[in-house]
């Protein structure tokens, strides 16, 4: 049987998403530097364009909108990091009681492989001279991959609200201008997309700020389980310091880890600890983040799974948070173009009337 011209048209069509695709995840994966903070600061205005129209339309200059805006958040995010730092600086001062109680640790692992195994101490010093000797170049490496993430987040932190700033500002002249790039009968489409798209947004931010009251909750549930004093202190600062990906959580850990460790006199208690936050985290990352989020922003929890992981991949911990809006846009050009309905159809939560 000889192919017909549309089984032709439709095999180039094919093709020609794959190639597409492909050329956007390397552009994606190689332009991350500009890309990761141009789709923050790009968030951040659609969370805030709403507070500037309203302030502008008191009267407010433009530019003094705008700067008063990101203060707001700026002074969100320097309650977090004053939080942070809290909890390092209640660490350093257990750390003379948590250097005896490691000493006393570290004594009693040396008496027990003696008497159990006949290991005696002059074995259990070479042995740990020589791991030391080992991983000396993977503790450069380590270092030296830490003061480039640091440098990285520093620059971050410093282009991302100069970022938001000017699109905020520019916000007219870039709609205009995306206007221009679609025919002129689809300006109102657009607009359509461009407004669903604030909403979709906060929408997002409802379902992380679900997922933090989850994860709090279950951090707390988990500590107080073992006997750790003030379980809810430590949990729910445990879950508003997950917003700093990896960095968070273990700076958040360091405080109940030392607690429990001085106050009942065992190992056991701060392992737990640990297994605790390590049991929510790998819960609020494949099932509560995109169950909470996924239901508020009407797309299946296997699509926000995937994109996830795939956010992962690509972008790193940034990548895992942004991709999860970006899908939520993908949907609703989706919703609106014959072409990608099959598409809408896989990313929608089933529950659309027909």
Request: hydrophobic share 55%.
């Amino acid at each position: 049987m000889t192919p017909t011209p549309s089984d032709f048209y439709r095999k180039t069509s094919t093709l020609e998403i794959f190639q597409y695709l492909f050329i956007a995840l390397v552009i994606l994966y190689f332009g991350r530097s500009l890309f990761i903070p141009l789709s923050f600061a790009l968030l951040i205005s659609f969370l805030l364009y709403p507070v500037c129209r309203w302030l502008e339309q008191k009267g407010m200059n433009k530019s003094i909108a705008i700067g008063l805006s990101l203060v707001s958040v700026l002074f969100i995010f320097i309650a977090i990091l004053y939080l942070l730092f809290a909890q390092i600086i209640e660490f350093s001062n257990e750390w003379e009681s948590l250097e005896v109680k490691f000493e006393e640790t570290l004594n009693q692992w040396s008496a027990f492989l003696t008497n159990q195994f006949g290991i005696n101490e002059e074995k259990q010093l070479n042995y740990i001279k020589n791991v030391l000797t080992n991983s000396g170049s993977q503790v450069f490496s380590l270092l030296k991959n830490t003061v480039y993430s640091f440098s990285e987040s520093l620059f971050y932190l410093l282009i991302i609200p100069i970022f938001s700033a000017l699109i905020l500002f520019y916000r007219q002249l870039l709609v205009q201008a995306l206007y221009h790039i679609f025919p002129l009968d689809k300006k109102e489409m657009i607009h359509e997309i461009i407004l669903e798209t604030i909403q979709e947004y906060y929408k997002f931010i409802k379902g992380m700020l679900a997922v933090y009251l989850i994860v709090g909750i279950l951090n707390s549930i988990g500590l107080a389980i073992i006997g750790v004093p003030y379980p809810f202190l430590f949990g729910f600062t445990a879950s508003i310091l997950t917003f700093i990906p990896y960095i968070g959580i273990m700076v958040s850990s360091l405080l109940p880890i030392t607690v429990a460790w001085i106050t009942f006199n065992s190992i056991w208690y701060p392992i737990g600890v640990i297994a605790v936050f390590s049991l929510v985290q790998v819960l609020e990352a494949y099932i509560i983040f995109p169950y909470a989020v996924g239901s508020r922003l009407k797309i299946n929890t296997l699509a926000i799974l995937i994109m996830v992981i795939a956010g992962g991949i690509l972008w790193g911990a940034a990548g895992m948070i942004l991709f999860i809006p970006f899908i939520s846009i993908l949907k609703l050009l989706a919703n609106r173009t014959e072409s990608l309905k099959p598409l809408s159809l896989l990313l929608s939560d089933g529950k659309s009337k027909k």
